[in-house]
């Protein structure tokens, strides 16, 4: 483990993650990608480094009335990698 490093914290930004996967399945744009950010910031091994990036534009493809195809939801499976997440992604693609 790195020095200084807060389990609570990285579990706080796991919680942020999956409310930001959540959030999109909903077809909350604005929740998303706020819940996205905070996820990056409080990443401290660098799990959710990309995942701000990637769920913009999905955001915005909700913002102009799209649904998230099967790539949005590939591209944020590839992004978060094989882990926690991974059941909530094919859930959440329906």
Do not use: C, H, N
Not at 22 to 31: E, I, N, S
């Amino acid at each position: 483990m790195q020095e200084g490093f807060d389990g609570q914290k990285q579990r706080s930004a796991l919680t942020a993650a999956e409310q930001a996967l959540r959030t999109l399945g909903a077809g909350d744009a604005a929740k998303a990608r706020k819940a996205a950010a905070k996820a990056v910031e409080l990443d401290q091994i660098g799990l959710y480094s990309d995942l701000a990036d990637v769920v913009e534009p999905l955001a915005q493809k909700l913002e102009d009335g799209q649904a998230i195809d099967d790539e949005g939801w590939d591209g944020l499976a590839t992004t978060l990698g094989i882990g926690p997440l991974s059941g909530l992604i094919d859930e959440l693609r329906g």
